[in-house]
């Protein structure tokens, strides 16, 4: 499993999870008619929103305000694509896109800010929700695509960002 740029070896065995050799029980349940699963590991209970990626295996997940790219692949998929050459795409930043239709709360930065991993960018309400939209790498805005108070669908850009030169 690769979770932003980390690598982790991940073996599920009923309710029982081993992670780069640590195992653990974890359970997950889907609430139904939402994108919402709630994740138990040992004691802790996670709020989780998954969204699938553009590819089969791919993920952007919401866990207590963060957004996380996720990729799940099984050993031989994994290889496939290794080689392929699926998984040689370009690095740098991925424009901010709208994970759900919503309204713009707020926009916390502007063309040509520094963005860092973990920086709220954009704040929308979903669901009756608030939800803030962080970086998952560094970059530099290139454009801001929506304003506070705009609709959006999901899957809008919100954010151009580019690499840093």
């Known amino acids: 499993m690769k979770l932003g740029s980390d690598e982790h070896e991940v073996v599920i065995d009923g309710d029982t999870v081993t ?3 640590a ?12 994108p919402i699963t709630i994740v138990t590991i040992g004691g802790e209970v996670h709020r989780v929103i998954a969204r699938r990626g553009e590819d089969r295996g791919q993920y952007d997940l919401s ?4 957004r996380i790219a996720a990729e799940a692949l099984d050993e031989r998929t994994r290889t496939i694509r290794r080689m392929a050459g699926a998984s040689n795409r370009p690095a740098g930043p991925a424009n901010l896109l709208a994970p759900m239709p919503g309204l713009i709360v707020r926009i916390n930065v502007a063309a040509g800010d520094h963005v860092a991993p973990g920086q ?3 704040v929308m309400e979903a669901m009756k929700m608030e939800n803030e939209l962080r970086a998952t790498t560094s970059g530099r805005v290139r454009r801001v695509a929506v304003s506070a108070g705009s609709a959006v669908e999901k899957g809008a850009v919100l954010l151009e960002l580019e690499t840093e030169s």
């Open 19 to 21: 992670v780069d050799g």
């Open 23 to 34: 195992t653990v029980r974890a359970h997950a349940e889907s609430l139904a008619g939402t």
């Open 63 to 66: 866990v207590a305000g963060y």
């Open 120 to 122: 709220g960018l954009v």
